[in-house]
């Protein structure tokens, strides 16, 4: 089957570095997507990983391992305007999106 | 660039009624999505549109909800009638193509069934 599977909820400091996980069994692989998404808002697009390994765009990274399934969302310098949801996402063979419920990043002052 | 619109942005209406909401998506994109968001959950696809025609319907409830997207631009989702269980956030994005699955979504509409 398909799935995603990311932690519901996580928390973190003000300033601090997190990382969020998730990983994927999909049909076919046609790349890893990070979308957030703010309270009562539309998610807006993060990153699209298609190889493996690590890459950066300012504060946040997305890693990924294709031959373990896995990749993860690296924020650092936290921000209290990063308390969001973090969606991870992965087409299937047909191109369509096969969305985690999403992870909760709660910041603290 | 403009974003994709969608309208309304909340709608309260009670069970058994019906509602509709429309969706404008990016100048150009070929591929129109209609999503249920339900709190606390991930998007779920309900529909997707290439141009006019329907790619992928397999999760709308077809006996009360319908979708359309006549001229391959505007989209409008109808549920009718509603149920509690429909209290959601309806998401319309878009995509420059099915194989692009890049998509750019819309602010939503929050729709509350009393």
């Known amino acids: 089957g398909q799935n995603i599977d990311q932690p519901t909820e996580m928390t973190a400091t003000e300033g601090a570095i997190v990382q969020i996980n998730c990983t994927y069994q999909?049909?076919?692989?046609?790349?890893l997507f990070w979308y957030q998404q703010h309270a009562g808002e539309a998610p807006t697009f993060l990153s699209y990983?298609?190889l493996d390994g690590l890459e950066e765009k300012g504060r946040f990274s997305s890693f990924l391992s294709r031959s373990k399934g896995y990749s993860y969302l690296l924020l650092k310098e936290l921000q209290m305007k990063d308390s969001a949801s973090y969606l991870c996402?992965?087409?299937?063979?047909?191109?369509?999106?096969?969305w985690g419920a999403g992870t909760k990043l709660i910041i603290k002052p | 660039e403009a974003g994709v619109a969608q309208s309304p942005r909340y709608k309260i209406i009670e069970k058994r009624q019906s509602v509709a909401f429309w969706c404008n998506p990016i100048s150009g994109h070929a591929t129109l999505y209609w999503y249920q968001q339900i709190l606390g959950q991930g998007p779920k696809l309900l529909i997707q549109f290439q141009n006019n025609g329907v790619v992928d319907d397999s999760q709308l409830p077809k006996d009360r909800f319908s979708a359309e997207r006549l001229k391959g631009v505007d989209s409008t989702l109808k549920i009718q009638p509603a149920k509690l269980e429909d209290s959601a956030v309806y998401l319309c994005?878009?995509?420059?193509?099915?194989?692009?699955?890049?998509?750019?979504f819309g602010p939503g509409t929050r729709l509350t069934v009393l």
């Open positions: 996402a992965a087409p299937d063979s047909n191109y369509q999106l096969i």
């Open positions: 994005a878009s995509s420059l193509d099915q194989f692009r699955a890049e998509q750019f």
């Open positions: 999909t049909s076919g692989f046609n790349g």
């Open positions: 990983n298609v």
